[in-house]
């Protein structure tokens, strides 16, 4: 590690602020924390400094703190200056740096990668750390937080130990295969990986965590002048569809992003559905409108009652115009122009979401964990349903593998230590 380069970086908003944090990490943090405050703070301890460059000139007076490592958050030595925010006094501070020897500009993300390097955090904590820096709503803060926090981690340490038990099972039975006692797998031994092959599935069946950067979808829909725009300007609060009495006047698609409650929606306005005759463009839209009728997570119809797909929600909407016609089966009767009933959906909206995402403060899988979860299951329903223990044995590997690939550790050495620890090889 000593020969790696020190990084710096600022840490904090970009200036102008109120405060600069700019924060050096390796092994020549302490040289450099010395070199600019003219002394070595006590460890752990926040303490007044004058910055001052190569020349003796005053850069700045600022808090610093010393960190040595391993136990900091990147396990090296690590300093920290919180200076005034300023650009001229940030960009003061980060060339006096620069001009040391030993030092760079750290790269994106390096700190989290040797944090990452040095174990104080594995992939699935630093993929969360990750998602929290980009978090928009609640419910993206705080299933970030769960996985930055070692919630995943944690849930697929405590899978790979039933692995590494079950697996050890195995390699009794392969090396005593002469015992007596030895000689069969227990009884209870499929019962066990039964049941961890069905907690893998129930995870891969819970809502991705993509679906917190995308929203839950809903999707207006409706013949032409249903009020399908009316009621996509008041869901999304503000003027982003032209609202018209002119039949035909939405023609595209338009989507917002926005957050009720927390909860993170995309709202959708299309084209009225309609024989679009001889008006080309007006027939791609409703092409559109019907393509996004199939992605969507809920859909609501404006159109005549029972007319819409399955499983939309029958808006009765425009009631304070004259001549309304109310629907016998309307979920919602409301008026986007005089807010009436408006509150009442918004409410059943954020219910409906938040009961096909990820719960709060509930760990949830992206892609690529997902997709190394998956890996894990196939492997332990595979070894379930097999009678070699030569390639049950193969399939607990895979499953081993796959987890150590989620959390980011490649050795599987430890499963000998299981092993030893069960069994009393040396009798």
Not at 47 to 71: C, K, M, Q, T, Y
Not at 72 to 90: F, K, W, Y
Not at 106 to 131: K, M, Q, S, V, Y
Not at 332 to 338: E, G, I, R
């Amino acid at each position: 590690m000593s020969d790696l380069p020190t990084i710096f970086a600022l840490s904090s908003g970009a200036p102008p602020a109120g405060v600069g944090v700019i924060r050096v990490s390796g092994p020549q943090a302490g040289a450099a924390l010395a070199a600019l405050a003219g002394r070595m703070p006590d460890a752990r301890r926040a303490s007044l400094a004058r910055l001052r460059g190569a020349d003796g000139a005053l850069l700045d007076e600022a808090l610093v703190l010393w960190f040595p490592g391993p136990n900091t958050a990147t396990g090296e030595d690590l300093a920290e200056l919180h200076s005034h925010g300023g650009r001229a006094v940030i960009a003061a501070v980060e060339a006096a740096l620069a001009a040391l020897p030993g030092l760079r500009r750290a790269e994106p993300g390096e700190f989290t990668r040797r944090a990452f390097a040095n174990g104080r955090i594995d992939l699935a904590e630093a993929e969360g750390l990750g998602d929290l820096l980009t978090a928009e709503t609640e419910l993206q803060r705080a299933a970030a937080l769960a996985n930055l926090g070692g919630a995943l981690s944690r849930q697929v340490e405590g899978w790979r130990e039933r692995v590494l038990a079950l697996s050890a099972e195995v390699e009794a039975v392969l090396d005593f295969s002469d015992e007596e006692d030895a000689a069969a797998l227990p009884e209870c031994f499929t019962w066990n990986i039964a049941a961890l092959a069905d907690e893998l599935r129930e995870w891969l069946a819970r809502p991705r965590s993509e679906r917190l950067g995308e929203g839950f979808r809903v999707v207006l829909a409706g013949p032409p002048n249903a009020g399908k725009s009316t009621l996509f300007n008041a869901l999304v609060e503000s003027e982003a569809a032209i609202t018209s009495p002119i039949a035909g006047t939405t023609r595209d698609v338009i989507e917002r992003a926005v957050a009720i409650a927390g909860v993170p929606f995309t709202f959708t306005d299309t084209a009225g559905l309609r024989d679009a005759g001889d008006d080309a463009i007006e027939a791609i839209g409703i092409a559109r409108a019907e393509a996004e009728l199939a992605r969507a997570d809920l859909v609501l119809w404006l159109g005549p009652e029972g007319a819409g797909p399955a499983g939309a929600w029958e808006i009765a909407a425009q009631a304070d115009r004259d001549g309304f016609t109310p629907k016998a089966a309307a979920l919602y009767t409301l008026s986007a122009a005089t807010g009436a009933g408006l509150a009442a959906l918004k409410t059943a909206l954020v219910e409906a979401a938040r009961a096909s995402l990820p719960k709060p403060g509930e760990a949830a899988l992206n892609a690529r964990q997902y997709a190394r979860l998956t890996e894990a299951e196939e492997a332990v329903r595979a070894a379930e349903h097999l009678t070699d223990p030569l390639l049950v044995a193969e399939e607990l590997r895979r499953a081993r593998l796959a987890f150590d690939r989620l959390i980011g550790r490649a050795t599987t050495e430890d499963m000998l230590d299981t092993l030893f620890g069960r069994f009393c090889i040396g009798k």
